[in-house]
């Protein structure tokens, strides 16, 4: 048997959203829609008496992998590689906790399916607080649409067809817990009405469209991120606020040509899967 | 706007399936489970007077491609390119379906979400009478597992976590419109016994031995493929047949390894995708 096993999980964009709560996990989760990057997290896993987590080479502390180890009874090493900013809404927690799912699970023979082992990572972030959307856009890859929230056995996905290049800067880290445990009433409002926009019309420009007006209306836009999107809207291109971090995101050249030095990707095609 | 519009989508090999009629299409289809190749289907869609289309550069009619033209309202040229044996088991049929609707939608701006280009699909291919389950797999990717049958609105899929190099030989075809236009009550008892042996298990042994049983058990095997299957076996390897062809799949190097002189490619991660 082999001593490691390592899985690939894109990075993901939320471009709007809403806080939908419920005491079971894999029901709880949000709606909304994003954009699933090639830029994502390798996720190493490897045999060990006691459990530890090691991201860019740092030991750090995360919740949602904590209880991803547990609910598989298993003990690892997990090396988390990743050149995305963290905690500035590019989805690296869900990613290192699905990641973690789908190796542990081929290392010790857990013999899970693939649902099964979404609604683990999806329940676990959802628990630890720091993420509701995340790792079901992760497993499906392109540009996922939430339609119903919860994990694969709740919740409904649908998603935009198109592919192409993203582009992106962090200005810095948001506090995801402070927002989804906070009053959301204008969010959800505002994520609602930005859902049924791009359910109507499913292509890439309604999508920016109604991420910005989410942004604009849910009361989360930073200053430094309105004068990024509004740069690149002058320059001709379309760019959104990446949520939650103070983030932003567009597809083509948008950041380039407005002046910025954006990291490259493209948009993800297969979502989250073992090397 | 562009002139021509590309989608690749994987090869599928279906290792055991029940047949689940259904007078509306997007609710028929069949469950069971099968690969997903990364050897698949191109496919080009350009604009046109009238529809026509040519697969490897020859004109052929496929009522599956007809029907989504139709669905879509629009007239094209479609040039479909694999090296995959077709009518022999690979989902070659449905591959050019979905392949036609993906690039169809991006070409003309239909605006229709992923769900809806895989329904208009998989309902086209049901009602040609070519196949039941291979577009929702395609469109999925992995190791997809249909546990109730039709189109993304009424089917559950889930998938076995698992990838790795694939072979297979094809020996011929088998007439997939006779076999599921027939008597199905064995196949369909057969079929519904090996699901149920992969969803206790997911994974990679369970299900080439849940399609070994399957072809046996649904009287489908034909000789030439029971000789090979057995040839890798005694060989130390694991292979099983493609539903609905004279052809054999297997998993690493099995074929290779009992001599055979195979094509060669990986479980395909990311399903069909708009190039």
Redesign the interface.
Known sequence: MDEVASAFVPGHVTGFFTVDRDPDPTKAGSTGAGVTLTEGVTVEVEYAESSSLLLNGQPVEMGAVDRVLDALSVHATVRAETDLPVGAGFGVSGAVALGTA?AA??LY?S???????VTVAHGAEVQAGTGLGDVVAQAR??MP?RLEPGG?HHGVL??????GRVEYVSFGELDTTAVIEGDTDALDRAGEESRSLV?R???VEQFMYASRRFAREAGLLPDSVAEAVAAVGEAGGEAAMAMLGESVFALGRGLTEAGYDPAVCEVD???A???
Do not use: C, M, W, Y
């Not at 013999?111 to 082992?117: A, I, T, V």
């Open positions: 789908l699970n081929a023979g013999d899970l399916s693939e649902n099964e082992l890859g392109g649409i694969p649908d998603g935009i067809p198109a592919r359910v019309k499913p292509n095609v297969g979502g899967t073992l090397l």
